[in-house]
C-alpha cells in the first residue's frame, strides 16, 4: 500500500461518497414518506425502480467513454484534446436526453404491464414513471457532464449539486406528497401546507430537483477553467466520438444487459406479491446506503488510473491497484458490519409491515455478509474504466447477472415455489462470482497495459 497515495485517493472519493450518502438519504426519507401511505403505494414506487436503474445505468455507461478519454488526456498534458471531449460530451448529453425523453414518456403506461406489477397499483405506477422521467433530458445533463467533471478531479462540484438537489427534493416531498396538515414543534402548533399527491407528489418533487440538477450542473462545466466546452466545436467530431465509442458501446452493452436482468429479476419477485414487492423494495433501499464506499472508490479508481495511463507512469498505476484494494475491502467489511447488526432498525424506518420488516431483515443480514467480496469487482472494474478495458467487464457481468441471478431465481421462485430469500441468495451468488472473476483478472496483472514494456515489469 502506498500511504502517499491515500490522500490523492480520498481527495477524490469523500466528494462522490458525500454525494452518494445524500443521494441514498434522499432515498431513505423518499421511501419512508411514501411508507406511511401504505405498503401499496410503497410497492406502486417500487415496482419500477429496475427500470429506472436500466435507463440511468444505460445513460452513465455513456460517461465512461468520455471520463476514460478526458482522464488519459490531462494525464498526458492535452487540454486542448480535453475540451475538445467536454463539447462533444455536451452535444451526446442532449441528444441522448432527447431520444430518453421521448421513449420513457410514450412507454409510461407500458412499464409496469412488462414489470408484471400488480393489477391494482398499475395506473398508479405507471403515473408515477411518466411524472419522474418527464425531465430525462436533465438527467442526462446531469449524469454525463457530471462525469465529464469526476474526468479532471473535480467531484466536489457534482456533489454540491447533489446536496442542492436533495435538498429540493425533500422540501418539496413535504409540499407535494401530504395534504395540509398541523405539526406539532417544540410545543407550537405549525400549519404545514401540502398539495396531497401522495405517490405522484414523490414523482414531482423529483423531476422538479432533476431539472434543477442538469441546469446547474452544466453551467458549472460552462464555467471550468480546465475543460469548459466554449469555443469548442458542437458538431460530432470522428477523432473524439471514435474511441469514446470504442469504450462506451462495450460499457453500454453491459449496463444495459444487466440492469436489463434487474427488470427481469424484479419482474421475477413482483410476481412474488406486494410483501415481497415491498421488502425488496425496502431492503434495496436500505443495502444501497453501504455500497457507498464502493462507488466513491471505483470513480477514484478510473480517474487515477486514466491518469497514469495518460502520463505513461506503470509504476504509478500498479501501486494504484496495491492501495485501493486492501482499502475497500476494508471499508467495505466494516460497511457489511453495520448492516448486518442494523438491518431491522433501518427496515423499520420504511415500513410498520410486520411481515415486510420481517422479510426484509432476512435478507438484509445474508447479503451483509457478502459486502467485502463485492468490493473487490467495484474498484478492479474501476480501474479497467480509466484504463480503457471494457469488454471483459461486459462478458463477466452479463456471466453473473443471467447465469447465476436470473437463472437461479427463475428456478428457485418459479420452479421450485421458494420466496424473496431464494431470490436474494441467487443474487449473493452472482456478487461471489463476480469476486472471483474480477480478482483473478487483477492478478493476473493484464489489467495493466504499462505493466509491461521494453521488457521491463511494473509492479512497484
Same mark, same amino acid.
Given at each position: 500500500m502506498d500511504v502517499h497515495m491515500l490522500g490523492t485517493i480520498f481527495s477524490l472519493a469523500w466528494p462522490t461518497m458525500l454525494e452518494q450518502f445524500m443521494q441514498t438519504a434522499v432515498q431513505y426519507m423518499d421511501t419512508a414518506m411514501v411508507g406511511t401511505l401504505g405498503t401499496k403505494a410503497t410497492a406502486a414506487v417500487g415496482a419500477t425502480s429496475m427500470v429506472n436503474w436500466l435507463i440511468g445505468s444505460t445513460v452513465s455507461a455513456i460517461g465512461v467513454g468520455f471520463l476514460a478519454l478526458i482522464s488519459q488526456a490531462i494525464g498526458a498534458g492535452d487540454e486542448t484534446k480535453a475540451r475538445r471531449a467536454s463539447a462533444q460530451a455536451v452535444t451526446v448529453a442532449f441528444l441522448v436526453g432527447a431520444v430518453f425523453t421521448v421513449l420513457t414518456t410514450a412507454l409510461s403506461q407500458q412499464v409496469p404491464v412488462l414489470m408484471?406489477?400488480?393489477?391494482?397499483?398499475?395506473?398508479?405506477?405507471?403515473?408515477?414513471?411518466?411524472?419522474?422521467?418527464?425531465?430525462?433530458?436533465?438527467?442526462?445533463?446531469?449524469?454525463?457532464?457530471?462525469?465529464?467533471?469526476?474526468?479532471?478531479?473535480?467531484?466536489?462540484?457534482?456533489?454540491?449539486?447533489?446536496?442542492?438537489v436533495n435538498v429540493i427534493n425533500v422540501v418539496m416531498n413535504f409540499l407535494l406528497i401530504y395534504s395540509t396538515r398541523s405539526l406539532q414543534i417544540l410545543g407550537h402548533?405549525?400549519?404545514?401546507?401540502?398539495?396531497?399527491? %401522495?405517490?405522484?407528489?414523490?414523482?414531482? &418533487?423529483?423531476? #422538479?430537483?432533476?431539472? @434543477?440538477?442538469?441546469?446547474?450542473?452544466?453551467? /458549472? =462545466?460552462?464555467?471550468?477553467?480546465?475543460?469548459?466546452?466554449?469555443?469548442?466545436?458542437?458538431?460530432?467530431?470522428?477523432?473524439?466520438?471514435?474511441?469514446?465509442?470504442?469504450?462506451?458501446?462495450?460499457?453500454?452493452?453491459?449496463?444495459?444487459?444487466?440492469?436489463?436482468?434487474?427488470?427481469?429479476?424484479?419482474?421475477?419477485?413482483?410476481?412474488?406479491?406486494?410483501?415481497?414487492?415491498?421488502?425488496?423494495?425496502?431492503a434495496n433501499t436500505v443495502e444501497s446506503a453501504f455500497y457507498i464506499p464502493g462507488w466513491g472508490m471505483q470513480t477514484a479508481a478510473a480517474t487515477l488510473a486514466g491518469n497514469a495511463l495518460g502520463a505513461r507512469d506503470g509504476g504509478r498505476l500498479s501501486r494504484l491497484g496495491k492501495t485501493l484494494l486492501p482499502l475497500e475491502i476494508?471499508?467495505?467489511?466494516?460497511? %457489511?458490519?453495520?448492516?448486518?447488526?442494523? &438491518?431491522?432498525? #433501518?427496515?423499520?424506518? @420504511?415500513?410498520?409491515?410486520?411481515?415486510?420488516? /420481517? =422479510?426484509?431483515?432476512?435478507?438484509?443480514?445474508?447479503?451483509?455478509?457478502?459486502?467485502?467480496?463485492?468490493?473487490?469487482?467495484?474498484?478492479?472494474?474501476?480501474?479497467?474504466?480509466?484504463?480503457?478495458?471494457?469488454?471483459?467487464?461486459?462478458?463477466?457481468?452479463?456471466?453473473?447477472?443471467?447465469?447465476?441471478?436470473?437463472?437461479?431465481?427463475?428456478?428457485?421462485?418459479?420452479?421450485?415455489?421458494?420466496?424473496?430469500?431464494?431470490?436474494?441468495?441467487?443474487?449473493?451468488?452472482?456478487?461471489?462470482?463476480?469476486?472471483?472473476?474480477?480478482?483473478?483478472?487483477?492478478?493476473?496483472?493484464?489489467?495493466?497495459p504499462l505493466e509491461q514494456r521494453n521488457g521491463r515489469v511494473f509492479r512497484a
Open positions: 408484471q406489477v400488480d393489477p391494482s397499483i398499475r395506473t398508479l405506477a405507471g403515473r408515477y414513471f411518466l411524472i419522474l422521467y418527464a425531465p430525462m433530458l436533465f438527467r442526462a445533463l446531469s449524469i454525463i457532464l457530471g462525469t465529464v467533471l469526476r474526468s479532471v478531479g473535480d467531484t466536489k462540484t457534482p456533489m454540491r449539486v447533489g446536496i442542492w402548533t405549525l400549519t404545514m401546507p401540502g398539495m396531497g399527491w %401522495g405517490v405522484e407528489g414523490a414523482a414531482a &418533487a423529483s423531476a #422538479l430537483s432533476y431539472t @434543477f440538477g442538469g441546469i446547474a450542473i452544466f453551467t /458549472a =462545466l460552462l464555467r471550468h477553467p480546465q475543460i469548459s466546452p466554449r469555443g469548442q466545436r458542437f458538431r460530432p467530431d470522428p477523432g473524439i466520438l471514435r474511441p469514446v465509442l470504442l469504450i462506451t458501446l462495450p460499457n453500454m452493452f453491459q449496463r444495459f444487459g444487466t440492469s436489463l436482468g434487474y427488470v427481469a429479476f424484479a419482474a421475477m419477485i413482483n410476481r412474488l406479491g406486494d410483501v415481497s414487492t415491498a421488502a425488496h423494495t425496502v476494508a471499508l467495505m467489511a466494516v460497511s %457489511g458490519g453495520c448492516l448486518f447488526f442494523f &438491518a431491522r432498525p #433501518l427496515v423499520c424506518l @420504511f415500513t410498520r409491515d410486520p411481515a415486510v420488516i /420481517a =422479510l426484509g431483515t432476512q435478507v438484509l443480514k445474508m447479503v451483509a455478509l457478502s459486502e467485502p467480496f463485492y468490493g473487490v469487482p467495484i474498484v478492479v472494474e474501476g480501474m479497467m474504466q480509466g484504463v480503457g478495458q471494457t469488454v471483459l467487464p461486459l462478458i463477466y457481468n452479463l456471466a453473473g447477472m443471467w447465469g447465476i441471478r436470473i437463472l437461479g431465481t427463475l428456478i428457485t421462485t418459479r420452479f421450485l415455489s421458494m420466496g424473496l430469500v431464494s431470490a436474494w441468495g441467487c443474487m449473493i451468488g452472482h456478487n461471489l462470482l463476480l469476486f472471483v472473476l474480477f480478482g483473478r483478472y487483477y492478478l493476473s496483472w493484464h489489467w495493466n
